[in-house]
């Protein structure tokens, strides 16, 4: 069965720093482009970063310079490094795999998700 499953999430002050982990289980994990998107109470998901089978990337604005994103295709692994934390980005963190990059990055679409890990910034 395929299996996405995040970890790492958890409460830290403004300023401080995460890492999520994103670990698949019964896919073929490198030929998936994997993303992070987040959820915030009374919002719609958003993205926040991708990275693709050649290791390209690409990230929200306004993540960008904060967090990075990056994969182990040796451990079936993706992470989100988030640094320099603000309220903004309490949210519960998803991530997801995705054949095509272009339809996860421009209409959220994968074809497997995993069930999420909260983040919580306090200012």
């Known amino acids: 069965e395929e299996q996405l499953v995040e970890s790492g999430g958890g409460l830290v002050q403004a300023g401080g720093s995460l890492r999520l982990s994103c670990t698949a289980s019964g896919l073929s994990f490198d030929e998936y482009t994997i993303g992070w998107f987040r959820q915030a109470p009374g919002k719609e998901r958003e993205k926040v970063a991708y990275?693709?089978?050649?290791?390209?990337?690409d990230y929200q604005d306004s993540v960008k310079g904060r967090f990075t994103i990056s994969r182990d295709n040796a451990k079936n692994m993706a992470y989100l490094q988030m640094d320099s934390l603000n309220p903004e980005d309490t949210a519960v963190y998803y991530c997801?795999?995705?054949?095509?990059?272009?339809?996860?990055?421009?209409?959220?679409?994968?074809?497997?998700w995993g069930q999420g890990t909260q983040v919580t910034v306090s200012s």
């Open positions: 990275i693709n089978t050649d290791y390209s990337t």
């Open positions: 997801a795999a995705a054949l095509r990059a272009w339809n996860l990055w421009n209409h959220g679409q994968a074809d497997y």
